[in-house]
């Protein structure tokens, strides 16, 4: 079984590294890309809560809730995103589905192991630009940031857990660029790679205590120092003449490899904490700060865009009316709803990039022991129309397999 997982979980990474295109946002061309993963399934439909945490889901936002884990769980994710993206002129619509993350949690006792995969950012974009003089340029953009973690919880006492997070980054960004210029035949045609790597960790804590017969309160705290992510990069330029059809037929080429660079991604602080009343109902908070008011780019230089300290605020829930109802299938499925506001630190043309999302989902029981399938339904929009940005209104399908099983027995003999 380990082995086969083992299979599974190296064919995933080599395709959330090189076949996905996790976004159309045209904001993806600024940074390492718009931050793809925002919790599992279960979290995404509370708003992205992470300050929940049992001993059958997996929680990949906080480490320390692997030290509550009692089953082994398994749990992979995909959505789907529709988008419509409008300026004061123009609008235009797509779609795109992805594979979002792929985990495994083992409990051993006090202590809870976990490792997995999961694409952290996304870039996807074109964008086209036309001056008076009739030049004309245009701008793709494909790849993103992944991470592959090993975590760690501990269990320290009946209301404590704490965890470690180790990552490692890594992923591919290549920008295209080409200029075309009407008294000129041929057209220029600029292509970036850089590759992208590093280490980082977060850690966990989470606190959980009875504060009557039927509540329970929980908080939780996170906090993932700012780490240097390396480019290794290459840099094309060539002559190119377009055919009819889009074809870009290279008349003269040179390569360039450049000198490695890093730019520092910021640090980040989650802290949260709701109540509820175990295995039954449960609402939470939950702030987010980012320190990205030094962040700069490095390898792709930007017009007229600044970045400052981000936040996240977000709020949501759950409620189950009958866990382990025998004769009622409705009353063992989870309900939950969510709200999420994030200054993304973005700003261009002066104007602060910002991004809200309303959500809601279900939890389905599956199978034996505690697995369920969840779905998560997110309808949001990002950025504004005005001061010649465009908005972008989104409505995201998501879905998810936690699994559960026992690996480790002990054996009786009479």
Not at 73 to 93: K, L, P
Not at 332 to 346: I, K, S
Request: charged fraction near 20%.
């Amino acid at each position: 079984m380990i082995k086969k997982i083992l299979v599974v979980t190296m064919v995933l990474v080599a395709l959330m590294s090189n076949a996905q295109e996790g976004t159309s946002s045209p904001y993806s061309f600024y940074g390492v890309g718009i931050q793809k993963f925002k919790g599992t399934v279960e979290n995404r439909a509370m708003g992205g809560l992470s300050i929940y945490a049992d001993s059958i889901h997996l929680n990949l936002q906080n480490p320390a809730s692997f030290g509550e884990l009692r089953l082994t769980a398994y749990t992979v994710g995909a959505s789907y995103n529709n988008y419509n993206i409008n300026s004061q002129t123009e609008s235009s619509s797509g779609d795109n589905a992805t594979l979002d993350y792929l985990a495994i949690g083992i409990p051993a006792g006090k202590f809870g192991f976990g490792f997995g995969v999961i694409p952290s950012t996304a870039v996807g974009y074109q964008l086209e630009n036309t001056d008076n003089s009739g030049q004309e340029e245009r701008f793709t953009g494909t790849g993103g940031l992944n991470k592959v973690f090993l975590a760690a919880g501990f269990k320290a006492n009946d209301n404590l857990s704490v965890g470690l997070d180790l990552n490692y980054n890594f992923g591919n960004i290549e920008e295209k660029s080409i200029l075309s210029r009407p008294e000129v035949q041929f057209d220029t045609r600029e292509i970036t790679n850089a590759n992208l790597s590093s280490f980082s960790l977060s850690l966990g804590l989470r606190y959980r205590t009875m504060i009557s017969e039927q509540l329970e309160l929980s908080v939780s705290v996170v906090s993932t120092p700012s780490f240097s992510l390396t480019f290794d990069s290459t840099r094309e330029l060539s002559t190119i003449l377009l055919g009819n059809n889009g074809q870009e037929i290279v008349v003269d080429r040179q390569e360039t490899v450049l000198e490695d660079s890093e730019i520092d991604i910021p640090a980040e602080v989650k802290v949260g904490g709701g109540i509820g009343s175990p295995k039954k109902w449960f609402i939470g908070a939950e702030y987010v700060y980012t320190d990205s008011g030094d962040f700069t780019e490095a390898l792709f230089i930007r017009e007229n865009v600044v970045y400052s300290d981000a936040s996240k605020f977000k709020i949501g829930g759950f409620f189950t009316p009958k866990y382990n109802s025998l004769t009622n299938y409705l009353s063992r499925v989870t309900y939950r709803a969510g709200f999420r506001y994030e200054e993304t630190g973005l700003n261009i043309n002066d104007q602060s990039i910002d991004e809200f999302g309303i959500s809601f989902g279900v939890g389905l029981p599956v199978g034996r022991l505690f697995s369920n399938a969840n779905f998560g339904f997110e309808y949001g929009q990002r950025g504004t129309k005005d001061f010649g940005l465009v908005r972008e209104d989104f409505f995201n399908v998501s879905i998810s397999l936690s699994l559960n099983d026992k690996w480790f027995r002990k054996i009786k003999f009479n």
